[in-house]
């Protein structure tokens, strides 16, 4: 059964830094592309970041390159998403979503984890 478990949110301020972790189970991280994705109240669903190990693809939206950076352990068959700078607009609840390629469609989406950025 896959699952993917999100963590690693909480409440921090401007400027300041959190890791968001994506533990899989179920299947091989190093055999898929694992994105993230975040939702804030009223807004679309956005594409934050995605990785595929494999192929040595990362992907970043404009809103959040050279801010983030994601990583996978395969050890740990998890995923790492490093979000350093914060800002309040990336308040959001941020899930993690399994997909064959960074480009889409995903395949299962994971549980998320709520992300808050005060000023």
């Known amino acids: 059964e896959v699952q993917l478990q999100a963590s690693g949110g909480g409440l921090v301020q401007a400027g300041g830094s959190l890791r968001l972790s994506c533990a899989a189970s179920?299947?091989?991280?190093?055999?898929?592309?694992l994105g993230w994705f975040r939702q804030a109240p009223g807004k679309e669903r956005e594409g934050v970041s995605c990785i595929k190990s494999s192929d040595g693809v990362t992907y970043y939206s404009d809103s959040v390159k050279g801010r983030f950076t994601i990583s996978s352990d395969n050890a740990k068959n998890t995923v790492y998403l490093q979000m350093n700078s914060l800002k309040p607009e990336d308040t959001a609840f941020y899930y993690c979503?399994?997909?064959?390629?960074?480009?889409?469609?995903?395949?299962?989406w994971g549980q998320g984890t709520q992300v808050t950025v005060s000023s």
């Open positions: 179920g299947f091989t991280i190093d055999d898929y592309a």
């Open positions: 979503a399994l997909e064959n390629y960074c480009s889409g469609p995903v395949e299962y």
